[in-house]
């Protein structure tokens, strides 16, 4: 007795959906870039703008535990002139494997991306010539000129005070 095409029907929507189930579908895509496109995006785009770029990678402690920190302060200032980004320095080869997934469960309401320069003595003196490449760090760039750099944890609130809001 042949099998009925309803079968091969079910059989087929089934592996379809394991199939899809099994796909990497992530909230934040968490591009590759090299430090050209990171210096095009982090300039302010007006004299009362703002940026606030974040250094940090999944494998480090004090920065998951910073983030949310970051997450208040992005979220208290919503509609502001400031722009946020989060800068993963997590290895390149790593992106598909962990830094997506872990963002993935995630959906961090910021942009992220993978900065991919393996040689860090190159870039780093580039971000801050004081920063010696420890992370969490965070710039604060100004549209006036002024720069600001912690290369340490932020504090609970700190951001907010740093940017001068209530």
């Known amino acids: 007795m042949a099998p009925r095409p309803d079968f091969f029907r079910c059989l087929l929507l089934s592996l379809l959906?394991?199939?899809?189930?099994?796909q990497s579908v992530y909230a934040q895509p968490a591009p590759a870039i090299k430090l050209p496109e990171l210096l095009r995006r982090i300039q302010p785009g007006a004299a009362d703008s703002t940026?606030?770029?974040n250094?940090?990678?999944?494998?480090?402690k004090p920065c998951l535990q910073e983030m949310p920190y970051?997450?208040?302060a992005h979220q208290h200032i919503e509609g502001a002139k400031?722009?946020?980004?989060?800068?993963?320095?997590?290895?390149?080869?790593d992106r598909m494997a962990k830094l997506l997934p872990f963002l993935a469960k995630r959906r961090w309401p910021?942009?992220?991306v993978l900065?991919?320069?393996?040689?860090?003595?190159?870039?780093?003196?580039?971000?801050?010539?004081a920063w010696e490449g420890n992370i969490p760090a965070t710039l604060i760039l100004y549209g006036n000129g002024k720069r600001q750099f912690l290369a340490r944890e932020l504090k609970?609130?700190?951001?907010?005070?740093v940017l001068g809001l209530p």
């Not at 400031?82 to 080869?93: E, K």
């Not at 900065?115 to 010539?129: K, S, T």
């Open 156 to 161: 609970p609130g700190e951001l907010e005070h």
């Open 70 to 72: 970051i997450l208040a």
């Open 115 to 129: 900065l991919d320069e393996p040689d860090y003595n190159a870039w780093i003196p580039r971000i801050d010539p």
């Open 82 to 93: 400031v722009r946020f980004l989060l800068v993963s320095l997590d290895f390149a080869q």
């Open 55 to 60: 250094f940090w990678a999944t494998w480090c």
């Open 51 to 53: 940026v606030v770029v």
């Open 17 to 22: 959906c394991l199939a899809y189930q099994g």
């Open 110 to 112: 910021i942009p992220v």
